[in-house]
């Protein structure tokens, strides 16, 4: 069964791009122009992937994408024209999994939409190992190796190094990570994000000044590479 995507999205002609792109490579689609219809498409078809508008005639698409996290973790690209950084981080924060700003390129957007489909089928493949370039990480022993050498880690170096690799090439704000690692209560505490993020470096990565795993993103976060790409 071919993949269904839901366009949320009120400009005519982004969604008519959008609709005719994706004809043109054989996805299945449905289109919504605002939050209340955008909630009853969804519930009503269950689509795979949603992409989705900031600016909606009955409010701002964020809202949106936080009601829909509070039910599914279907995968989420947020399409708009808002480039400021701190729209980027509240949006990811929200629970987006991607962000493209507006003018986009048809063949970024696709080669994402292809990239979050494939991860959201295999996190539904459960699985206790996981395979990160040279790194494995197997849940049921709490252990992580690199070269086949398992890693001395603290607790929570192995919860950030384990929370990095379940979301591997996703886009990681400095809030959610603390959030999901140390707690409620510790999303502004940042001194304890780079201090771990420096102590993991030096022991995963071949040069720890030039990380090929653990990338920063400027002014929003980090970005766990398992290719291991620049």
Known sequence: MKELIHI??????????????????????????????AMVMYLSHNPNLLIVDLGLPDGDGKEFI??????????????TARDDEKEIIS??????????????????????????????????N??????????????????????????????????LLKYFILNANKTLTHKQTLNEVWGTGYQNEMQYLRTYVNILRKK???DSTRPKYIKTISGVGYRFCSNKED
């Open 126 to 159: 459960i699985s206790d190992i996981y395979n990160c370039g040279e790194l494995q990480l197997n849940i049921s022993t709490r252990d992580i190796s690199l070269k086949d050498e398992i890693l001395k880690l603290t607790p929570i170096e192995y919860d």
């Open 8 to 37: 949320i999205e009120d400009d005519s002609s982004v969604r008519k791009l959008l609709e005719e792109t994706f004809k043109e490579y054989d996805f299945n689609f449905i289109s919504s122009e605002s939050k209340k219809n």
């Open 91 to 124: 949006t990811l924060d929200a629970g987006a999994d991607d962000y493209i700003t507006k003018p986009f390129s048809v063949k970024e957007l696709l080669a994402r939409i292809r990239a979050n489909l494939r991860r959201n089928i295999q996190n539904e």
């Open 66 to 79: 936080r009601n829909i996290r509070e039910i599914s973790k279907v995968p989420i690209i947020v399409l």
């Open 204 to 206: 995963i990565e071949e």
